[in-house]
């Protein structure tokens, strides 16, 4: 990271972070599904640490949930200073939605997730209670827009 990316305060803006983030996990959503994904939501972006100019910044993603054309990726981001030599500190981390799209434009299917360890399963079963949460959230709010 460096000067050009810093906010009021000296440390790495919330926004830079985020767009690596969802730059990774286009690019594992695009991987996954074969062709062009485009994200529908940020589910949840949570800040741990903040990020300091020099820092070395590492974000790794995966695909924790798939639907019949969305899919949840997780991503998880890491820092670690340029000139020492010490362990990474996670610095965010967040859940987006991506879907698929054919040429046109319009929805296709993606190829499922397949929990096979402990730690997919719990991430497959949490994604769903996010997933929930989320369709949960949007009928609420389209409820109160009504009344």
Known sequence: MTALDTNLLGTVHGGVVMKLVDDVAGAVAQRHCGGPAVTATMDEMTF????HVGNLVHAHGRVNWTGRTSMEVGVRVVAEPWNEVRPPTAVATAYLVF???NEDGTPRAV????PETEEDRRRFAEAEIRRTHRLAR???IQHSRES
């Open 48 to 51: 741990l640490e903040p990020v």
């Open 111 to 114: 190829p499922p997730v397949l």
């Open 138 to 140: 949007r009928q609420a």
């Open 99 to 101: 879907v698929a799209l």
